[in-house]
């Protein structure tokens, strides 16, 4: 069997589109399929770490001007294309590989891209969270909670399957293996140990702000914080340096390979929204979500109604005003673990396992 992924990474759009199929292709190379990505070599991409792990890549041409497409969807400037241009430097490959499914996960892409390359392999998956714009595909995935099939009427074709929800949420094999312990230390909480992850670029530098304004808050002497950041976040250095001005132990950590093992071990994260926000809700663990994008409300929104998050809009008031009191509301342990147990309902952490199972014919 052959699958192909069409997803990209960049300093715009972060990592979150490439990881979670990388997720979803190394459980499928286990099963003895055979993965290709296809990727444009924007700034901040993800192509040598997916071949890393032993996948074909096959590398699109950028495009000097950065032509946007006017009649695209609302994110057709993340594509570094026109989308024609894209079908064009697609087809050679997915021609010659014909694929028997071809993932398609980029909020630039729709209906029209679909259409046009959709006889080159057997069937075809979507990966979606905004229900924006329409497709062309036998198999749609979104799994945002709160999300539902008949968000997607019209915009589909009638024999679609829809799978929606954090049931499908495609999490690594480390998360699952980690929910356990991780909901079974929250039993007696303690807010000790924290964690910052606002992705792997974070473009607005919310890490810095945080981190300052973290320093009014009332944490304990022995507060413990730890910051995640990616190797081509532009604003690295200055969370370095702001990390040693903080009246607590302060660790920032690039290039993590054990994200579980650090969420596990956390008893409060501070975080965008995005799919780290299953792996967070898998392990039990309780955050403070920073809504940093228009994209990132509907799944911010949805968590807090479930109990599994606070959110924290910047549209609203200052991330000063909102943070200690945000941060003091967890400090009573009850509060904690309640936020924990409600996290842990959101999701197993099993999403791969049943989306391979369905591209597998099983």
Not at 175 to 194: M, N, W
């Amino acid at each position: 069997m052959k699958v192909a992924f069409r997803a990209d990474a960049s300093l715009q759009m972060g990592s979150g589109h490439i990881m979670r199929c990388l997720t979803l292709a190394d459980a499928l190379i286990k099963k003895g399929t055979e993965c290709h990505f296809l990727c444009r070599e924007l700034p901040g991409h993800l192509i040598e770490l997916i071949r890393g792990k032993g996948h074909a890549t096959h590398v699109l041409p950028c495009v000097p001007e950065n032509p946007i497409d006017s009649n695209g969807p609302a994110h057709a400037a993340w594509l570094g294309a026109t989308l024609e241009q894209d079908v064009r430097a697609c087809h050679p490959t997915l021609q010659a590989l014909r694929p028997d499914w071809l993932v398609v996960d980029h909020y630039a892409l729709d209906i029209r891209w679909e259409t046009a390359l959709m006889s080159y392999c057997r069937r075809l998956m979507v990966i979606d969270d905004l229900a924006d714009r329409s497709h062309q595909c036998n198999l749609l995935l979104d799994q945002n909670l709160g999300r539902h099939e008949t968000d997607y009427v019209g915009m589909i074709p009638q024999q679609c399957t829809v799978l929606a929800g954090p049931r499908y949420a495609l999490l690594r094999p480390e998360f699952t293996a980690l929910r356990e312990y991780s909901i079974r230390r929250r039993e007696d909480p303690r807010l000790r140990k924290l964690l910052i992850s606002m992705g792997g670029v974070d473009r607005p530098n919310a890490t810095s702000r945080v981190l300052e304004t973290l320093q009014g808050c009332a944490l304990p002497d022995d507060c413990q914080v730890k910051v995640v950041m990616g190797p081509s976040a532009p604003w690295l250095q200055q969370v370095r340096d702001a990390a040693k001005k903080m009246p607590w132990t302060t660790e920032v950590l690039v290039n993590v390979t054990e994200m579980g093992t650090l969420m596990a071990n956390s008893d409060l994260s501070i975080g965008a929204a995005g799919s780290t926000s299953w792996e967070r809700c898998c392990l039990g663990l309780p955050s403070i979500i920073l809504v940093l994008a228009e994209n990132q409300k509907f799944i911010s929104f949805e968590l807090e109604k479930a109990g599994a998050a606070k959110v924290i809009s910047l549209e609203e008031e200052s991330l000063e005003v909102q943070l200690k009191p945000t941060i003091d509301s967890y400090r009573p342990p009850a509060h904690l673990r309640e936020a924990a147990k409600r996290a842990a309902l959101v999701c197993d952490g099993l999403g791969v396992e049943r989306v391979g199972r369905i591209l597998l014919g099983e």
